[in-house]
Protein backbone atom coordinates (compact mmCIF):
# COMPACT_ATOMS: atom_id res chain seq x y z
CA UNK A 1 0.00 0.00 0.00
CA UNK A 2 2.71 2.67 0.97
CA UNK A 3 4.62 1.81 -2.47
CA UNK A 4 1.85 3.12 -4.05
CA UNK A 5 2.46 6.85 -3.02
CA UNK A 6 6.10 6.63 -3.91
CA UNK A 7 4.68 6.45 -7.39
CA UNK A 8 5.56 10.03 -9.31
CA UNK A 9 2.03 10.01 -10.95
CA UNK A 10 -0.05 9.47 -7.62
CA UNK A 11 2.24 11.65 -5.94
CA UNK A 12 2.05 14.97 -8.15
CA UNK A 13 -2.19 13.99 -8.08
CA UNK A 14 -1.44 14.32 -3.70
CA UNK A 15 0.07 17.42 -4.00
CA UNK A 16 -1.99 18.81 -7.05
CA UNK A 17 -4.90 18.20 -4.67
CA UNK A 18 -2.80 19.74 -1.63
CA UNK A 19 -2.18 22.68 -3.16
CA UNK A 20 -5.71 23.13 -4.52
CA UNK A 21 -7.01 22.70 -1.22
CA UNK A 22 -4.62 24.81 0.59
CA UNK A 23 -5.50 27.53 -1.87
CA UNK A 24 -8.88 26.99 -1.35
CA UNK A 25 -8.31 27.53 2.54
CA UNK A 26 -5.81 30.36 2.26
CA UNK A 27 -6.93 32.64 -0.08
CA UNK A 28 -10.06 34.02 1.74
CA UNK A 29 -7.76 34.81 4.61
CA UNK A 30 -5.04 36.29 2.41
CA UNK A 31 -7.71 38.87 1.34
CA UNK A 32 -8.55 39.08 5.01
CA UNK A 33 -4.79 40.15 5.41
CA UNK A 34 -4.89 42.46 2.25
CA UNK A 35 -8.34 44.50 3.35
CA UNK A 36 -6.44 45.10 6.76
CA UNK A 37 -3.31 46.23 5.23
CA UNK A 38 -3.62 47.54 2.17
CA UNK A 39 -4.82 51.41 1.82
CA UNK A 40 -8.44 51.13 0.79
CA UNK A 41 -7.92 52.90 -2.39
CA UNK A 42 -6.25 49.50 -3.55
CA UNK A 43 -9.21 46.93 -2.26
CA UNK A 44 -12.39 47.47 -0.90
CA UNK A 45 -12.53 51.08 -2.87
CA UNK A 46 -12.06 50.09 -6.43
CA UNK A 47 -14.22 47.80 -8.87
CA UNK A 48 -10.95 45.58 -9.81
CA UNK A 49 -8.83 45.22 -6.31
CA UNK A 50 -5.20 44.93 -6.30
CA UNK A 51 -4.45 41.20 -6.18
CA UNK A 52 -1.00 42.10 -4.96
CA UNK A 53 -1.01 45.39 -3.22
CA UNK A 54 1.69 47.86 -3.57
CA UNK A 55 1.37 49.81 -0.24
CA UNK A 56 1.43 48.53 2.78
CA UNK A 57 -0.11 50.52 5.63
CA UNK A 58 -1.51 50.06 9.77
CA UNK A 59 -4.14 53.08 8.80
CA UNK A 60 -7.26 50.53 8.74
CA UNK A 61 -5.99 49.42 11.81
CA UNK A 62 -5.82 52.50 13.73
CA UNK A 63 -9.17 53.92 12.08
CA UNK A 64 -10.82 50.63 13.04
CA UNK A 65 -9.44 50.49 16.64
CA UNK A 66 -9.36 54.46 17.18
CA UNK A 67 -12.45 55.04 20.65
CA UNK A 68 -13.00 51.34 20.71
CA UNK A 69 -10.03 50.22 22.55
CA UNK A 70 -11.40 49.31 26.03
CA UNK A 71 -14.18 48.11 24.46
CA UNK A 72 -12.39 46.01 22.33
CA UNK A 73 -10.00 44.89 24.73
CA UNK A 74 -12.76 44.27 27.23
CA UNK A 75 -14.17 41.95 24.52
CA UNK A 76 -11.16 40.18 23.83
CA UNK A 77 -10.58 39.20 27.48
CA UNK A 78 -14.12 38.20 27.84
CA UNK A 79 -14.25 35.89 25.06
CA UNK A 80 -10.68 34.76 25.37
CA UNK A 81 -11.71 34.17 29.54
CA UNK A 82 -15.31 32.50 27.70
CA UNK A 83 -13.30 30.68 25.66
CA UNK A 84 -11.30 28.91 28.67
CA UNK A 85 -13.99 28.33 30.43
CA UNK A 86 -16.22 26.40 27.91
CA UNK A 87 -12.79 24.32 27.32
CA UNK A 88 -12.18 23.48 30.35
CA UNK A 89 -15.43 21.99 31.34
CA UNK A 90 -15.82 20.31 28.70
CA UNK A 91 -12.62 17.95 29.42
CA UNK A 92 -13.55 18.02 33.22
CA UNK A 93 -16.97 16.72 32.12
CA UNK A 94 -16.45 14.94 29.10
CA UNK A 95 -13.89 13.00 29.70
CA UNK A 96 -15.72 11.04 32.91
CA UNK A 97 -18.81 11.00 31.15
CA UNK A 98 -16.61 9.01 28.13
CA UNK A 99 -15.44 7.19 30.03
CA UNK A 100 -18.59 6.17 31.86
CA UNK A 101 -20.19 5.89 28.75
CA UNK A 102 -17.71 3.48 27.23
CA UNK A 103 -18.31 0.95 30.60
CA UNK A 104 -21.87 0.95 29.25
CA UNK A 105 -23.59 -1.92 27.09
CA UNK A 106 -23.58 -0.40 23.53
CA UNK A 107 -26.63 -0.07 23.21
CA UNK A 108 -27.29 1.82 26.18
CA UNK A 109 -24.47 4.02 25.45
CA UNK A 110 -25.62 4.85 21.99
CA UNK A 111 -29.08 5.80 23.33
CA UNK A 112 -27.63 8.15 25.79
CA UNK A 113 -25.15 9.67 22.76
CA UNK A 114 -28.60 9.88 20.74
CA UNK A 115 -30.02 12.14 23.41
CA UNK A 116 -26.36 14.01 24.27
CA UNK A 117 -27.34 15.18 20.64
CA UNK A 118 -30.29 15.73 20.64
CA UNK A 119 -29.62 19.48 22.31
CA UNK A 120 -27.90 20.25 19.31
CA UNK A 121 -30.62 19.45 16.69
CA UNK A 122 -32.64 22.29 17.92
CA UNK A 123 -31.64 25.74 16.76
CA UNK A 124 -29.29 27.42 19.23
CA UNK A 125 -31.63 30.76 18.90
CA UNK A 126 -34.89 28.57 20.10
CA UNK A 127 -32.59 27.87 23.40
CA UNK A 128 -30.95 30.72 23.50
CA UNK A 129 -33.88 32.48 24.56
CA UNK A 130 -35.11 30.41 27.29
CA UNK A 131 -32.00 30.24 28.78
CA UNK A 132 -31.30 33.90 28.66
CA UNK A 133 -34.05 34.66 30.93
CA UNK A 134 -33.79 31.49 33.64
CA UNK A 135 -30.20 33.52 33.58
CA UNK A 136 -31.91 36.47 34.54
CA UNK A 137 -33.13 35.29 37.46
CA UNK A 138 -30.13 33.16 38.31
CA UNK A 139 -27.28 36.39 38.27
CA UNK A 140 -25.80 34.46 35.17
CA UNK A 141 -27.28 36.75 32.49
CA UNK A 142 -24.29 38.65 30.67
CA UNK A 143 -21.67 36.90 32.66
CA UNK A 144 -18.57 34.79 30.81
CA UNK A 145 -19.61 31.74 33.04
CA UNK A 146 -23.11 31.80 32.17
CA UNK A 147 -22.38 32.24 28.11
CA UNK A 148 -20.18 29.19 28.87
CA UNK A 149 -22.94 26.79 30.34
CA UNK A 150 -24.62 27.82 27.54
CA UNK A 151 -21.92 27.46 25.25
CA UNK A 152 -21.91 23.73 26.84
CA UNK A 153 -24.83 22.42 25.33
CA UNK A 154 -23.83 22.63 21.85
CA UNK A 155 -19.85 21.55 22.46
CA UNK A 156 -20.07 18.92 25.41
CA UNK A 157 -21.69 16.57 23.15
CA UNK A 158 -18.80 16.86 20.58
CA UNK A 159 -16.61 16.56 23.30
CA UNK A 160 -17.66 13.60 24.81
CA UNK A 161 -17.94 11.89 21.37
CA UNK A 162 -14.40 12.58 20.42
CA UNK A 163 -13.18 11.53 23.71
CA UNK A 164 -14.69 8.02 23.98
CA UNK A 165 -13.38 7.69 20.17
CA UNK A 166 -10.03 8.20 22.16
CA UNK A 167 -10.47 6.25 25.44
CA UNK A 168 -11.76 3.11 23.58
CA UNK A 169 -8.07 3.05 21.53
CA UNK A 170 -6.34 2.62 24.91
CA UNK A 171 -5.93 -0.92 25.23
CA UNK A 172 -7.97 -2.28 28.09
CA UNK A 173 -4.93 -3.93 29.65
CA UNK A 174 -3.18 -1.07 30.53
CA UNK A 175 -6.11 -0.34 33.18
CA UNK A 176 -5.98 -3.94 34.21
CA UNK A 177 -2.34 -3.76 34.62
CA UNK A 178 -2.34 -0.51 36.56
CA UNK A 179 -5.03 -2.05 39.10
CA UNK A 180 -2.94 -4.97 39.47
CA UNK A 181 0.16 -2.93 40.11
CA UNK A 182 -1.43 -1.08 43.48
CA UNK A 183 -3.46 1.52 41.68
CA UNK A 184 -6.91 2.49 43.11
CA UNK A 185 -9.67 2.90 40.41
CA UNK A 186 -9.16 7.18 40.82
CA UNK A 187 -5.54 6.77 40.50
CA UNK A 188 -5.77 4.26 37.42
CA UNK A 189 -7.93 7.13 35.80
CA UNK A 190 -5.43 10.37 36.20
CA UNK A 191 -2.26 8.72 36.04
CA UNK A 192 -2.39 5.83 33.54
CA UNK A 193 -5.63 6.64 31.34
CA UNK A 194 -5.75 10.54 31.54
CA UNK A 195 -1.95 11.22 29.82
CA UNK A 196 -2.91 8.46 27.33
CA UNK A 197 -5.91 10.33 26.63
CA UNK A 198 -3.62 13.75 25.70
CA UNK A 199 -3.85 13.63 22.05
CA UNK A 200 -7.83 13.31 22.12
CA UNK A 201 -7.96 15.81 24.81
CA UNK A 202 -5.64 18.13 23.14
CA UNK A 203 -7.94 17.94 20.28
CA UNK A 204 -10.81 17.79 22.35
CA UNK A 205 -9.71 21.10 23.96
CA UNK A 206 -9.19 22.87 21.13
CA UNK A 207 -11.96 21.95 19.29
CA UNK A 208 -14.00 23.33 22.42
CA UNK A 209 -12.00 26.70 22.44
CA UNK A 210 -12.83 27.40 18.86
CA UNK A 211 -16.38 26.56 19.22
CA UNK A 212 -16.85 28.89 21.78
CA UNK A 213 -14.63 31.63 20.44
CA UNK A 214 -16.38 32.29 17.15
CA UNK A 215 -20.08 31.02 18.31
CA UNK A 216 -22.59 33.74 18.05
CA UNK A 217 -25.90 32.84 18.59
CA UNK A 218 -25.86 32.44 22.57
CA UNK A 219 -23.40 35.44 22.86
CA UNK A 220 -25.81 37.72 21.09
CA UNK A 221 -28.51 36.54 23.68
CA UNK A 222 -27.25 35.89 26.55
CA UNK A 223 -24.30 38.43 26.95
CA UNK A 224 -25.07 41.10 24.62
CA UNK A 225 -24.25 44.14 26.91
CA UNK A 226 -20.58 43.25 27.79
CA UNK A 227 -20.13 41.36 24.35
CA UNK A 228 -18.03 39.06 23.18
CA UNK A 229 -15.30 39.27 20.25
CA UNK A 230 -17.77 38.15 17.27
CA UNK A 231 -20.97 39.95 18.62
CA UNK A 232 -18.85 42.75 18.80
CA UNK A 233 -17.53 43.43 15.24
CA UNK A 234 -20.98 42.16 14.35
CA UNK A 235 -22.29 45.07 15.88
CA UNK A 236 -19.22 47.28 14.46
CA UNK A 237 -18.91 45.59 11.09
CA UNK A 238 -22.60 46.35 10.45
CA UNK A 239 -25.01 48.35 12.69
CA UNK A 240 -23.35 51.10 14.04
CA UNK A 241 -22.21 52.75 11.34
CA UNK A 242 -18.80 50.54 10.41
CA UNK A 243 -17.22 49.30 7.92
CA UNK A 244 -15.82 46.47 6.03
CA UNK A 245 -12.48 47.44 6.74
CA UNK A 246 -13.13 47.94 10.10
CA UNK A 247 -14.50 44.42 10.00
CA UNK A 248 -11.44 42.95 8.30
CA UNK A 249 -9.30 44.10 10.99
CA UNK A 250 -11.33 42.95 14.16
CA UNK A 251 -11.19 39.72 12.23
CA UNK A 252 -8.08 39.10 12.22
CA UNK A 253 -7.50 40.11 15.98
CA UNK A 254 -9.72 37.06 16.36
CA UNK A 255 -7.93 34.72 14.11
CA UNK A 256 -4.69 35.62 15.94
CA UNK A 257 -5.04 33.47 19.56
CA UNK A 258 -6.71 31.15 17.17
CA UNK A 259 -3.15 30.28 15.42
CA UNK A 260 -1.51 30.85 18.47
CA UNK A 261 -3.11 28.11 20.23
CA UNK A 262 -3.21 25.75 17.35
CA UNK A 263 0.48 25.85 17.52
CA UNK A 264 0.98 25.27 21.00
CA UNK A 265 -0.77 22.95 21.44
CA UNK A 266 -0.42 20.67 17.53
CA UNK A 267 2.67 18.97 18.77
CA UNK A 268 0.41 17.25 21.80
CA UNK A 269 -2.21 16.09 19.10
CA UNK A 270 0.28 13.31 17.83
CA UNK A 271 -1.56 9.52 17.92
CA UNK A 272 0.18 6.82 17.01
CA UNK A 273 1.96 5.22 20.21
CA UNK A 274 -0.80 4.52 22.27
CA UNK A 275 -0.49 0.84 21.56
CA UNK A 276 2.91 0.06 21.21
CA UNK A 277 3.58 -0.92 24.42
CA UNK A 278 1.17 -3.65 23.79
CA UNK A 279 2.32 -6.74 21.35
CA UNK A 280 0.42 -8.74 19.45
CA UNK B 1 6.69 -13.39 50.91
CA UNK B 2 5.47 -16.51 49.41
CA UNK B 3 1.93 -17.64 49.80
CA UNK B 4 -0.20 -20.58 48.84
CA UNK B 5 -3.62 -19.76 46.69
CA UNK B 6 -6.32 -21.79 47.23
CA UNK B 7 -9.35 -21.55 45.11
CA UNK B 8 -12.72 -23.21 46.22
CA UNK B 9 -15.55 -24.17 43.87
CA UNK B 10 -15.21 -21.21 41.87
CA UNK B 11 -17.92 -20.72 39.47
CA UNK B 12 -18.22 -17.68 36.35
CA UNK B 13 -20.44 -17.46 33.38
CA UNK B 14 -21.48 -14.55 31.00
CA UNK B 15 -25.01 -14.48 30.12
CA UNK B 16 -25.72 -18.29 29.41
CA UNK B 17 -22.18 -19.45 29.27
CA UNK B 18 -20.70 -21.29 32.11
CA UNK B 19 -16.96 -20.20 31.33
CA UNK B 20 -15.60 -21.61 34.77
CA UNK B 21 -17.84 -24.53 36.83
CA UNK B 22 -17.46 -25.34 40.31
CA UNK B 23 -13.67 -25.52 40.08
CA UNK B 24 -11.30 -25.91 42.55
CA UNK B 25 -7.25 -26.02 43.17
CA UNK B 26 -4.58 -25.78 45.67
CA UNK B 27 -1.38 -23.98 44.75
CA UNK B 28 1.38 -24.94 47.36
CA UNK B 29 3.70 -21.91 48.47
CA UNK B 30 6.57 -21.70 46.28
CA UNK B 31 5.28 -23.81 43.42
CA UNK B 32 5.47 -22.93 39.66
CA UNK B 33 2.33 -24.46 39.09
CA UNK B 34 1.00 -24.30 35.34
CA UNK B 35 -2.29 -24.48 34.01
CA UNK B 36 -2.76 -25.86 30.72
CA UNK B 37 -5.79 -25.95 27.93
CA UNK B 38 -6.94 -25.78 24.87
CA UNK B 39 -7.85 -21.47 23.69
CA UNK B 40 -11.37 -21.26 24.78
CA UNK B 41 -11.53 -23.14 28.15
CA UNK B 42 -11.53 -20.09 30.49
CA UNK B 43 -7.62 -19.48 31.20
CA UNK B 44 -8.40 -15.98 30.88
CA UNK B 45 -11.29 -16.28 33.01
CA UNK B 46 -10.04 -17.78 35.41
CA UNK B 47 -6.59 -15.69 36.04
CA UNK B 48 -9.39 -12.45 35.65
CA UNK B 49 -11.21 -14.10 38.84
CA UNK B 50 -7.79 -14.72 40.95
CA UNK B 51 -6.50 -11.08 39.72
CA UNK B 52 -9.89 -10.00 40.62
CA UNK B 53 -10.80 -8.21 36.85
CA UNK B 54 -13.90 -10.37 37.50
CA UNK B 55 -15.78 -11.08 39.82
CA UNK B 56 -16.81 -15.29 40.59
CA UNK B 57 -20.67 -16.12 40.75
CA UNK B 58 -19.72 -18.53 43.47
CA UNK B 59 -16.88 -19.89 45.11
CA UNK B 60 -14.04 -18.34 47.10
CA UNK B 61 -10.17 -17.67 46.26
CA UNK B 62 -7.66 -17.50 49.48
CA UNK B 63 -4.70 -16.48 49.47
CA UNK B 64 -2.24 -17.37 52.39
CA UNK B 65 -5.84 -18.26 53.93
CA UNK B 66 -6.82 -14.90 53.56
CA UNK B 67 -10.14 -14.39 51.67
CA UNK B 68 -9.82 -12.21 49.25
CA UNK B 69 -12.61 -12.86 46.78
CA UNK B 70 -14.04 -9.72 47.25
CA UNK B 71 -11.36 -7.24 47.31
CA UNK B 72 -10.53 -5.21 44.31
CA UNK B 73 -7.17 -5.81 42.51
CA UNK B 74 -4.85 -3.24 43.70
CA UNK B 75 -5.67 -5.41 47.62
CA UNK B 76 -4.71 -8.53 46.51
CA UNK B 77 -0.60 -7.79 46.60
CA UNK B 78 -0.67 -10.35 43.24
CA UNK B 79 1.92 -9.77 40.59
CA UNK B 80 1.04 -10.30 36.72
CA UNK B 81 2.29 -10.02 33.82
CA UNK B 82 0.06 -10.42 30.76
CA UNK B 83 0.43 -12.27 26.86
CA UNK B 84 0.99 -8.74 25.75
CA UNK B 85 3.07 -7.39 28.81
CA UNK B 86 0.69 -3.87 29.05
CA UNK B 87 3.31 -1.41 29.71
CA UNK B 88 2.65 1.77 30.12
CA UNK B 89 3.25 3.54 26.71
CA UNK B 90 3.81 7.06 28.28
CA UNK B 91 6.70 6.07 30.78
CA UNK B 92 10.02 4.86 30.36
CA UNK B 93 11.19 1.48 31.06
CA UNK B 94 12.44 2.59 35.02
CA UNK B 95 9.18 4.10 35.05
CA UNK B 96 7.37 1.49 34.38
CA UNK B 97 9.01 -0.72 37.30
CA UNK B 98 8.51 2.19 39.30
CA UNK B 99 5.03 2.35 39.04
CA UNK B 100 3.85 -0.35 41.09
CA UNK B 101 6.36 0.76 43.88
CA UNK B 102 4.79 4.23 43.79
CA UNK B 103 1.50 3.32 44.18
CA UNK B 104 2.07 1.48 47.01
CA UNK B 105 3.72 3.91 48.46
CA UNK B 106 7.31 1.69 48.71
CA UNK B 107 10.33 3.35 50.38
CA UNK B 108 13.80 3.29 48.26
CA UNK B 109 12.22 2.95 45.15
CA UNK B 110 15.37 4.02 42.98
CA UNK B 111 17.52 1.40 44.47
CA UNK B 112 15.24 -1.18 44.21
CA UNK B 113 14.16 -0.76 40.46
CA UNK B 114 17.98 -0.75 39.60
CA UNK B 115 18.54 -4.19 41.80
CA UNK B 116 15.89 -5.72 40.18
CA UNK B 117 17.13 -4.62 36.50
CA UNK B 118 20.50 -5.78 37.14
CA UNK B 119 19.22 -8.86 37.85
CA UNK B 120 17.19 -9.15 34.93
CA UNK B 121 20.18 -7.65 32.62
CA UNK B 122 18.30 -4.22 31.63
CA UNK B 123 20.04 -1.67 33.08
CA UNK B 124 21.10 -0.25 30.19
CA UNK B 125 17.68 0.06 28.84
CA UNK B 126 16.33 1.39 32.21
CA UNK B 127 16.29 5.48 29.94
CA UNK B 128 14.65 3.37 27.02
CA UNK B 129 11.27 4.37 25.75
CA UNK B 130 9.13 1.17 25.47
CA UNK B 131 8.73 1.44 21.70
CA UNK B 132 12.54 1.88 21.26
CA UNK B 133 13.02 -1.96 23.19
CA UNK B 134 12.51 -5.62 21.48
CA UNK B 135 10.10 -7.80 22.36
CA UNK B 136 12.44 -9.99 24.09
CA UNK B 137 13.50 -6.77 26.71
CA UNK B 138 9.66 -6.10 26.90
CA UNK B 139 9.10 -8.97 27.97
CA UNK B 140 11.71 -8.85 31.19
CA UNK B 141 10.59 -5.73 31.87
CA UNK B 142 6.98 -6.66 32.38
CA UNK B 143 8.82 -9.22 34.52
CA UNK B 144 11.16 -6.64 36.60
CA UNK B 145 7.86 -4.86 37.21
CA UNK B 146 6.19 -7.74 38.78
CA UNK B 147 9.11 -9.26 40.82
CA UNK B 148 9.98 -5.37 42.18
CA UNK B 149 7.03 -5.23 44.52
CA UNK B 150 7.78 -8.83 45.57
CA UNK B 151 4.45 -9.70 45.81
CA UNK B 152 2.28 -12.90 47.50
CA UNK B 153 1.87 -14.45 44.31
CA UNK B 154 2.91 -13.81 40.49
CA UNK B 155 0.51 -14.57 37.58
CA UNK B 156 1.52 -14.94 33.95
CA UNK B 157 -1.16 -15.21 30.92
CA UNK B 158 1.03 -17.20 27.86
CA UNK B 159 4.12 -14.47 28.43
CA UNK B 160 6.29 -16.39 26.26
CA UNK B 161 4.00 -16.57 23.53
CA UNK B 162 4.69 -13.40 21.84
CA UNK B 163 8.45 -14.18 21.33
CA UNK B 164 10.39 -15.69 18.67
CA UNK B 165 11.01 -19.31 18.99
CA UNK B 166 14.64 -18.61 19.81
CA UNK B 167 14.22 -16.16 22.45
CA UNK B 168 11.08 -18.04 23.43
CA UNK B 169 13.46 -20.85 24.69
CA UNK B 170 16.13 -19.00 26.69
CA UNK B 171 13.38 -16.96 27.76
CA UNK B 172 11.61 -19.93 29.00
CA UNK B 173 14.26 -21.80 31.18
CA UNK B 174 15.24 -18.16 32.46
CA UNK B 175 12.01 -17.68 33.92
CA UNK B 176 12.27 -21.31 35.65
CA UNK B 177 15.49 -19.75 36.67
CA UNK B 178 14.01 -16.81 38.36
CA UNK B 179 11.21 -18.71 39.83
CA UNK B 180 13.58 -21.34 41.35
CA UNK B 181 15.77 -18.26 42.65
CA UNK B 182 13.42 -15.93 44.01
CA UNK B 183 10.86 -19.54 45.74
CA UNK B 184 7.72 -17.41 45.23
CA UNK B 185 4.42 -19.12 43.95
CA UNK B 186 3.98 -18.76 40.18
CA UNK B 187 0.24 -19.70 38.34
CA UNK B 188 1.40 -19.63 34.70
CA UNK B 189 -1.44 -19.98 31.90
CA UNK B 190 -0.58 -21.38 28.31
CA UNK B 191 -1.99 -23.50 25.54
CA UNK B 192 1.75 -24.53 25.22
CA UNK B 193 2.52 -28.52 26.03
CA UNK B 194 6.38 -27.61 25.91
CA UNK B 195 5.90 -25.07 28.05
CA UNK B 196 3.95 -26.74 30.78
CA UNK B 197 6.38 -29.74 30.23
CA UNK B 198 9.61 -27.67 30.90
CA UNK B 199 7.73 -25.45 33.61
CA UNK B 200 6.10 -27.12 35.84
CA UNK B 201 5.94 -28.80 39.41
CA UNK B 202 2.21 -29.40 38.58
CA UNK B 203 0.18 -28.67 35.55
CA UNK B 204 -3.33 -28.46 35.69
CA UNK B 205 -5.43 -29.33 32.68
CA UNK B 206 -8.29 -27.33 32.13
CA UNK B 207 -10.88 -28.75 30.16
CA UNK B 208 -14.90 -27.00 29.77
CA UNK B 209 -14.09 -24.79 32.68
CA UNK B 210 -12.82 -26.97 35.51
CA UNK B 211 -9.48 -29.19 36.27
CA UNK B 212 -9.77 -32.40 34.02
CA UNK B 213 -6.56 -33.70 36.06
CA UNK B 214 -4.14 -32.21 38.42
CA UNK B 215 -0.42 -34.06 38.43
CA UNK B 216 3.61 -33.37 36.95
CA UNK B 217 3.60 -33.30 33.66
CA UNK B 218 5.63 -36.66 33.27
CA UNK B 219 2.31 -38.41 35.42
CA UNK B 220 -0.61 -37.09 33.01
CA UNK B 221 1.66 -38.33 29.85
CA UNK B 222 2.20 -42.01 31.34
CA UNK B 223 -0.70 -42.14 33.35
CA UNK B 224 -3.84 -39.84 32.23
CA UNK B 225 -6.65 -39.71 34.20
CA UNK B 226 -9.05 -39.86 31.44
CA UNK B 227 -9.33 -40.43 28.22
CA UNK B 228 -9.91 -36.69 27.51
CA UNK B 229 -6.25 -36.58 28.40
CA UNK B 230 -4.82 -38.73 27.33
CA UNK B 231 -5.51 -37.62 24.21
CA UNK B 232 -4.91 -33.76 24.82
CA UNK B 233 -1.24 -34.64 26.39
CA UNK B 234 1.37 -35.42 24.50
CA UNK B 235 2.54 -34.24 20.71
CA UNK B 236 0.96 -37.21 19.36
CA UNK B 237 -2.85 -38.06 21.30
CA UNK B 238 -2.83 -41.26 22.78
CA UNK B 239 -3.84 -44.54 20.50
CA UNK B 240 -6.95 -46.04 21.66
CA UNK B 241 -8.46 -49.55 20.60
CA UNK B 242 -11.30 -49.61 21.87
CA UNK B 243 -11.00 -48.82 25.86
CA UNK B 244 -7.10 -49.60 25.43
CA UNK B 245 -5.44 -46.47 25.60
CA UNK B 246 -1.60 -46.83 24.46
CA UNK B 247 1.28 -44.00 23.29
CA UNK B 248 2.60 -44.18 19.94
CA UNK B 249 5.83 -45.54 21.89
CA UNK B 250 4.41 -48.35 24.22
CA UNK B 251 4.75 -50.51 21.30
CA UNK B 252 6.89 -52.84 19.72
CA UNK B 253 6.60 -53.78 15.20
CA UNK B 254 7.06 -57.19 14.44
CA UNK B 255 5.26 -59.97 12.11
CA UNK B 256 4.28 -61.78 15.08
CA UNK B 257 2.81 -58.89 16.36
CA UNK B 258 -1.10 -59.19 17.69
CA UNK B 259 -2.58 -56.29 15.80
CA UNK B 260 -2.07 -55.27 11.54
CA UNK B 261 -2.62 -51.77 10.02
CA UNK B 262 -2.53 -49.96 7.21
CA UNK B 263 0.34 -47.15 6.91
CA UNK B 264 -1.12 -44.15 5.71
CA UNK B 265 1.59 -41.64 5.90
CA UNK B 266 5.27 -41.64 8.22
CA UNK B 267 6.59 -38.70 9.36
CA UNK B 268 10.07 -38.27 10.83
CA UNK B 269 10.82 -36.21 14.01
CA UNK B 270 14.32 -35.76 14.37
CA UNK B 271 15.36 -39.34 12.57
CA UNK B 272 12.21 -41.54 14.43
CA UNK B 273 9.74 -42.37 12.34
CA UNK B 274 5.85 -41.62 13.25
CA UNK B 275 3.88 -43.87 11.28
CA UNK B 276 0.03 -43.12 10.75
CA UNK B 277 -2.02 -45.82 10.05
CA UNK B 278 -5.57 -47.83 10.28
CA UNK B 279 -6.85 -50.55 11.14
CA UNK B 280 -8.59 -53.15 9.78
CA UNK B 281 -12.29 -51.50 11.48
CA UNK B 282 -11.14 -48.02 10.64
CA UNK B 283 -9.65 -46.87 14.22
CA UNK B 284 -6.46 -44.96 13.42
CA UNK B 285 -3.04 -45.35 14.96
CA UNK B 286 -0.03 -43.54 15.27
CA UNK B 287 3.03 -46.03 15.96
CA UNK B 288 6.58 -44.84 16.73
CA UNK B 289 9.05 -46.66 14.26
CA UNK B 290 13.40 -47.18 14.12
CA UNK B 291 12.42 -47.42 10.22
CA UNK B 292 10.51 -45.91 7.46
CA UNK B 293 7.35 -47.61 6.39
CA UNK B 294 5.77 -46.31 2.87
CA UNK B 295 2.01 -45.79 1.98
CA UNK B 296 0.27 -48.87 1.75
CA UNK B 297 2.67 -51.02 4.32
CA UNK B 298 1.23 -53.34 6.14
CA UNK B 299 2.88 -53.42 9.71
CA UNK B 300 1.75 -55.27 12.22
CA UNK B 301 2.60 -54.67 16.36
CA UNK B 302 2.31 -55.33 19.81
CA UNK B 303 1.41 -53.27 22.59
CA UNK B 304 3.87 -53.69 24.91
CA UNK B 305 2.52 -51.07 27.69
CA UNK B 306 -1.41 -50.05 28.19
CA UNK B 307 -3.52 -47.95 30.07
CA UNK B 308 -7.01 -49.13 30.07
CA UNK B 309 -9.89 -46.70 30.88
CA UNK B 310 -13.34 -47.40 32.04
CA UNK B 311 -15.64 -45.22 29.58
CA UNK B 312 -15.95 -45.70 26.02
CA UNK B 313 -13.86 -43.83 23.62
Known amino acids: MVSEYNNPRTRYYIYAVAVFVSFFVLLPIYILVIISFAPSSQTIDIYYPYLIPTKLTLVNFINSFRGVGTLLEAAFFKSLETAFIVAALAILLGFHAAFGLNRLPLRVNSTLIGILFFSTMIPSITIAIPISVTFLKAGLYDTSVGLALAQELVVLPLTVFILMGTLDSIPKQLEQQSRVDGASFFQTLYLVIFPLAVPGIVSAFLLSWLMSWDEFTFAALISPVHPTLPFLIYLYASSRGGSILTGASFALLVTIPVIVLTIILSKFIKGGYLTSGITG | ?313
Not at chain 2, 179 to 186: A, G, I, K, R
Not at chain 2, 206 to 233: C, K, M
Not at chain 2, 268 to 289: A, P, Q, R, V
Open chain 2, 1 to 313: MVAKLELVSLSKSYGKIDVIKNLSLEVGAGEFFVVLGPSGTGKSTLLKLIVGIEQPDEGKILIDGKDVTRLPPNKRNLAMVFQNYALYPNLNVYQNIAFPLKMHRRRNIDSKVKKVAQELGIEEILEKRIQQISGGQQQRVALARAIVRNPALFLLDEPLSNLDARVRYSARSELKKIQEELDETFLFVTHDQKEAEALGDRVGVLHSGSFEQVAPYRELYENPGTQWIGDFVGDFPMNFIKNIGFRPEWTSIGDSGEHEIMVDTSESIGGIFFIHGTLKDGTSLILKSLRRYDVGDSVRFSVTRSRTFSEAP
